[in-house]
């Protein structure tokens, strides 16, 4: 089994946003990479940056494939979610059987449209298992909200399939990482 030590993930409203137009959560996406998914590399990169393909389960036990990438932003390694898909019953029986290697995806039209046909008749060999260990979170806070505040922030939370802290950690972090004015 390959490991690979990430910070986390990058999210924003780009990708969040196509994940789930999909039907999957953000929370489920990070769920897949915490559960040791099978991962292949895209056989023709894009130009830009390499592309990997995902499968796995969410904690419920939810099928997913998801085209990501991996990018390195102030020397942390993050998973950046590029296009997921529900994987059905009967579509997880058809791909044991598969035949055609999954193809290369240049762009980020492209990971939609391979992500959105039957992928029952690939060949899934080429992916391989991988452990993302995840940077700790070991340091804790503690801050006083306003109930109005807290609620909306959990509402908008479950907006996205994750929970509250992690949205107020995302708020800190990319205020954190923003260039000064």
């Not at 942390?76 to 055609?100: E, F, G, N, V």
């Not at 800190?172 to 923003?178: C, P, Q, T, Y």
């Amino acid at each position: 089994m390959i490991t690979l030590e990430v910070g986390g993930f990058e999210w924003d409203r780009g990708n969040s946003a196509k994940c789930q137009k999909h039907g999957v959560s953000v929370g489920e996406i990070e769920e897949l990479f915490q559960n040791e998914p099978r991962v292949a590399p895209d056989p023709e990169h894009s130009q830009e940056e390499d592309r990997l393909l995902a499968v796995g389960r969410t904690n419920a036990g939810r099928p997913l494939f998801v085209a990501f990438t991996l990018r390195s932003r102030e020397g942390r390694l993050l998973i950046r979610p590029i296009s997921p898909a529900i994987c059905t019953r009967r579509r997880s029986l058809l791909m044991k059987k598969a035949k055609k290697r999954v193809p290369g995806l240049k762009t980020d039209k492209a990971a939609d449209a391979f992500l959105a046909q039957n992928l029952s008749n690939l060949d899934f060999s080429q992916f391989h298992p991988v452990r993302f260990e995840f940077e700790k979170k070991d340091k804790q806070i503690n801050m006083r909200l306003p109930a109005p505040l807290l609620a909306a922030l959990k509402a908008k939370a479950r907006e996205r399939g994750i929970p509250y802290t992690r949205l107020i950690r995302e708020a800190l972090e990319r205020a954190v990482n923003r260039p000064a004015a």
